[in-house]
């Protein structure tokens, strides 16, 4: 059986395996978000990372230090996650009736952190990759 997540901290994961976590049916979504981070931000390197025991191995995509955002393989989708600054989460509660169901309740809930917010967004269609581009687009300008 295949694992939820890619948690083993000392195999990184080969394009098969993920292929295998995420299923046939959500695994063009992962190469279509990969695609569409490596075309629209080149100045952001992806690369396999290990995150920690629960969320185990992403992709993540960082200039230096800067992180634009990590991806997590898993069954059925993928997670993405990203932090907002106070101006991104303002500038995404400005256009919220713009995103699908599921990022607009995740912006309405309340943020952990005193400015900004981190945000762990579950991807399992395109209206969810719309949703990430615009988000990305706005906040990241």
């Known amino acids: 059986m295949i694992d939820e997540r890619l948690l083993d901290r000392n195999n990184p994961p080969e394009p098969e395996l993920i292929r295998q976590v995420i299923g046939d049916e ?43 955002c990590m991806l997590f393989p898993e069954r059925g989708g993928l997670t993405a996650f990203l932090t907002l600054s106070q101006d991104g989460e303002e500038a995404a509660q400005a256009r919220i009736r713009y ?26 269609d395109y209206t969810d990759l719309v949703s990430l581009k615009l988000l990305l687009e706005i906040t990241s300008s």
Do not use: I
């Open 99 to 124: 995103f699908n169901a599921r990022l607009r309740t995740l912006l309405n809930q309340p943020s952990a952190l005193p400015q900004g917010r981190w945000l762990w967004m579950r991807l399992e």
């Open 26 to 68: 959500a695994f063009p979504l992962w190469e279509q978000v990969n695609q569409f981070l490596q075309e629209q931000y080149p100045d952001f390197q992806g690369g396999m990372t290990y995150y920690n025991a629960q969320r185990g191995w992403g992709q993540d995509y960082r200039k230096g230090a800067q992180r634009l």
